[in-house]
């Protein structure tokens, strides 16, 4: 076994927590004329990498000026039932512009969406944000800013196996498997574990999350690679937990797609009906972002992992282009009767005609307004349509096939508001820190639009911290949880010995 020393810091996961945690620590550094050394360790393989990450279209609860939505908190409080961590809450409030700022100095370029036919519960004048290229666009800036940097090592196809700790709890460093299959020891004083939460590892799913959970694809591929591996290696040295562990983010996607994260946004404009065409969930609850979790956690634990949304002409005509149909790449299926459109979804053309023809016959006569719960509603239906209960009766109809695809999970590591991973008292692990999805906050429902946010806002805190107190004798409390520089066991020969993975494009070695 290999001990490859001389680090500051290890990262491990390469998605939004991760490479904002790493470039943050390095641009610190510099600025403080430190010579800290970091290395990222990835699981993956280059290009196949980062998680969720480079898949997602990374929606952001954004106002024109890149403020962040002040009414989340209340939401969160809310869906919690005042379980989640109000302090954490309002750090992110606070925090997610300084972030949405940096990555913009940093060549981000933000897509401003005025969004005119969804009601947004979101405090942003009806207004969020996204990244030009999505997510991908964001981890290839910050790889780009990754790539000048000499005391960055990327150690790919590494998998984290166990945290290092001294005889006092303190972290030393990391234990990993690289692609020869045999240990090797990465040396450093300080940690920070981004690499998501456990959606990839069915074994954890099944115990925290319950029975069927095998039966969730996962939105995109490099969620395989999440696979508990943070969690556990905390749970190992005491870390404390947040979350609820039981509760999971589902979205409902087409079920034809070619493409990662080929979400059907619109379920409330339509109805959407199981394999035996009868609906099960009221589609005009509450907003889109509101309900579009609940509606596909449905579909996986009742529906048999299968539903379809129904809509007619006027509804598709006025979201033509739209990011709340089009995100799939495939288009919808079209037909110019009831009957007609069933069979091309598989399902019977009696029963889905006889649905739409019970549904429509409950509509009540409230004016259609998509940008307010109008009212709109059906009546003597199980389960009714509470707003936009608009009649499908304009041809041709269309429809999508969907199911259920996992997207992340709610239970995690219990961090304070400086992204240091707490012990199961509370208090500070010396040199662990965490950030992402790995960390916990979320219970019972998500709030959208946030969880990148928050990745890459406490990803940045994380390595600014690290970078700050690098060096400085040890006295406070916080000092204390980062070792100083001088006590970090440092050896140049064994990095000069490694052919590593640089940013610069060299092969892997594994030693």
């Known amino acids: 076994m290999a001990s490859f020393k001389g680090y500051d810091l290890i990262v491990v996961g390469s998605g939004f927590a991760g490479s904002m945690a790493t470039l943050n620590f390095l641009e610190e550094c510099k600025k403080q004329k430190k010579n ?38 209340k939401e969160m409080r809310l869906v919690s039932n005042g379980l989640a961590d109000e302090d954490y809450c309002n750090k992110l ?4 512009p300084v972030t949405a700022k940096y990555l913009q100095e940093h060549g981000v370029k933000w897509v ?40 960055c090592d990327v150690h790919w196809e590494t998998e984290a196996i166990k945290l290092i700790t001294d005889d006092t709890g303190a ?11 045999l240990l090797h020891d990465l040396l450093a004083p300080n940690v920070v574990l981004a690499c998501g939460g456990f959606e990839g590892n069915n074994e954890m799913l099944s115990r925290y999350v319950g029975r069927n959970t095998h039966s969730l694809p996962l939105i995109a591929p490099g969620l395989k690679y ?6 556990r290696m905390s749970l190992e040295v005491g870390a404390g937990t947040a979350g609820s562990f039981d509760g999971i983010h589902c979205e409902l996607v087409d079920t034809r797609a070619g493409k990662p994260d080929a979400v059907i946004w619109g379920h409330n404009y339509g109805i959407v009906v199981n394999q035996a065409c009868k609906r099960f969930y009221d589609e005009g609850k509450r907003h889109l972002f509101a309900t579009f979790e609940m509606i596909a956690l449905e579909c996986w634990k009742d529906q048999n992992q299968s539903c379809f949304f129904v809509t007619d ?38 029963e889905l005609k006889k649905t739409v023809d019970d549904y429509n016959a409950a509509v009540n006569d409230n004016e259609f307004d998509l940008m307010k719960l109008d009212g709109k509603a059906t009546t003597g239906l199980s389960p009714n349509k509470t707003n936009w209960a608009n009649k499908i009766v304009k041809a041709p109809f269309y429809g999508y096939p969907m199911t259920s695809n996992l997207t992340f999970t709610y239970g995690g590591v219990k961090t304070d508001l400086n992204a240091r991973v707490l012990s199961t008292n509370d208090i500070p ?13 979320f219970y019972n429902e998500y709030p959208p639009a946030t969880s990148c946010l928050r990745s890459m806002t406490f990803g940045r805190l994380a390595g600014t911290e690290i970078a700050q107190y690098l060096g400085k004798k040890q006295g406070t409390a916080s000092e204390k949880a980062i070792p ?10 064994p990095l000069q010995d490694m052919k590593q993975h640089t940013l610069r494009g060299e092969g892997v070695t594994a030693h």
């Open 36 to 73: 800290g050394r970091v290395a990222l360790v990835e699981v993956g393989k280059d290009g196949e990498r980062c998680g969720a990450s480079r898949w997602t279209m990374a929606y952001l609860r954004l106002d024109k000026n890149l403020d962040f939505d002040e009414d989340w908190v």
């Open 93 to 96: 409030c606070k925090e997610a």
């Open 112 to 151: 401003h969406h005025d969004e005119t036919n969804v009601l947004l519960e979101f405090k942003t004048d009806q207004h969020f944000v996204f990244p030009e290229g999505g997510g991908k666009a964001i981890i290839a800036k910050l790889f780009e800013h990754l790539g000048t940097y000499d005391n």
């Open 171 to 181: 972290i030393r460093g990391l234990k990993v498997r690289k692609n020869d299959g």
């Open 226 to 231: 999440n696979r508990g591996a943070g969690l």
């Open 313 to 350: 002409q006027d509804i598709m005509t006025r979201f033509k282009g739209s990011w709340v149909y089009d995100t799939t790449d495939k288009p919808p299926e079209q037909a110019d009767t009831i009957e007609e459109l069933a069979e091309k979804m598989g399902l019977d053309p009696k």
């Open 429 to 441: 692990i010396p040199g662990l820190w965490a950030a992402g999805e790995m960390t916990g906050l």
């Open 484 to 493: 100083s520089e001088q006590d970090a066991v440092r050896s140049d020969s």
